[in-house]
């Protein structure tokens, strides 16, 4: 767990978002549609463009006061990287 100007980095492996890879060679909508539902077409790729900030002030005693950050592990490294190319 690290920091960011003083607000803890939680970094959680599951924060992943699922693509479709797999798609059918005909362009009807019909296939297209029954192809998205069906779970074999996709992978799960990391996601690297969403983070979670959480007030946890607000939730009572256990969790601290402050902000809190949630993100994919790949996307802490990211902005750890931009922010000392800053400093």
Same mark, same amino acid.
């Given at each position: 767990m690290s920091d #960011?100007?003083? #607000?803890p980095i939680h970094t959680? *492996?599951?924060l992943e978002k699922d693509v +479709?890879? %797999?798609f059918? *060679?005909?362009k009807k909508k019909r296939m297209q549609k029954k192809w998205s539902k069906q779970k074999k077409n996709y992978i799960a790729k990391p996601d690297t463009e969403t983070v979670y900030v959480i007030d946890?002030? %607000?939730l009572g005693f256990g969790f601290g006061g402050g902000k809190q950050i949630i993100c994919h592990?790949?996307?802490a490294t990211i #902005? +750890?990287?931009k922010l000392e190319e800053e400093r």
């Open positions: #960011i100007y003083g #607000i959680s *492996r599951f +479709q890879v %797999k059918p *060679r005909t946890t002030s %607000k592990p790949d996307l #902005i +750890q990287e």
